[in-house]
C-alpha cells in the first residue's frame, strides 16, 4: 500500500486550531494519547491528506479570561463570532469580509444566537483555571465572581453598529 504523502505545493485553506497540532502529531509519531485523556483539539492529517474541511460543522473556539470578564469568539466555517468585555456581540462573515468591517449581528441573529449557544454549551465543562491572569481575576474567582458566564454570553443587546439592518 502507498503512504500517504502531502502532494508538492498542496495547500490546506480551511480553518484548525492549534490544539489540533498535539493529536495530530501524536498521530503521526504512531504514539498513544494518555488513556482517558480528552482533548480539544483532534486529529486533523486525514482532512489534510484529502483536502477537506476538519470543522465543516464543529465550531471552533476561543475564550480567555479577564479582569471581571471574558472575552469570546467561535468560528463556523465562514462565519465568526466575537464579544470583547461588556461590548455586543459581533457576527462577521470572514469571506466577504476579511477586515471584520460590517457587524452582521443585526442581520442575522438567529445564527448569531445559534453560535453564542453552542460557545456557552461549550463552556459547560470547564474547570476553575490552574492560574490567573492578574491578582484581582485570582480574587474575583474565589470570590465566586468569575467566569460569570451569565453576562457574557447575555444576547439581549445584540448590536451597535450602523450595519445590523
Known amino acids: 500500500m502507498a503512504k500517504k504523502k502531502i502532494k508538492k505545493e498542496q495547500r490546506f ?15 503521526l509519531a504512531k504514539a498513544k494519547l ?20 476538519p470543522y465543516k460543522d464543529d465550531l471552533i473556539y476561543s475564550l480567555r479570561y479577564r479582569e471581571g470578564y471574558n472575552d469570546v469568539g467561535a468560528r463556523l466555517g465562514d462565519w465568526k463570532i466575537t464579544r470583547m468585555g461588556n461590548e455586543p ?10 477586515g471584520e468591517k460590517k457587524n452582521l ?22 474547570v476553575k483555571p490552574l492560574w490567573y491572569y492578574s491578582v484581582k481575576d485570582k480574587e474575583l474567582w474565589e470570590n465566586g465572581q468569575m467566569p460569570d458566564y451569565d453576562a457574557t ?11 445590523q439592518k
Open 105 to 126: 449581528a443585526g442581520r442575522y441573529p438567529e445564527r448569531l444566537k445559534d453560535m453564542i449557544a453552542r460557545t456557552e454549551e461549550w463552556t459547560k465543562s470547564f
Open 89 to 98: 456581540w459581533n457576527l462577521h462573515n470572514i469571506t466577504e469580509d476579511i
Open 153 to 163: 454570553f447575555e444576547v439581549d443587546k445584540l448590536v451597535d453598529s450602523p450595519y
Open 13 to 27: 485553506d480551511f480553518p484548525v486550531s492549534s490544539l489540533d497540532f498535539y493529536p495530530t502529531f501524536t498521530n
Open 34 to 53: 494518555p488513556e482517558g485523556k480528552k482533548l480539544d483539539g483532534k486529529n486533523i492529517m486525514d482532512d489534510v491528506l484529502q483536502n477537506t474541511e
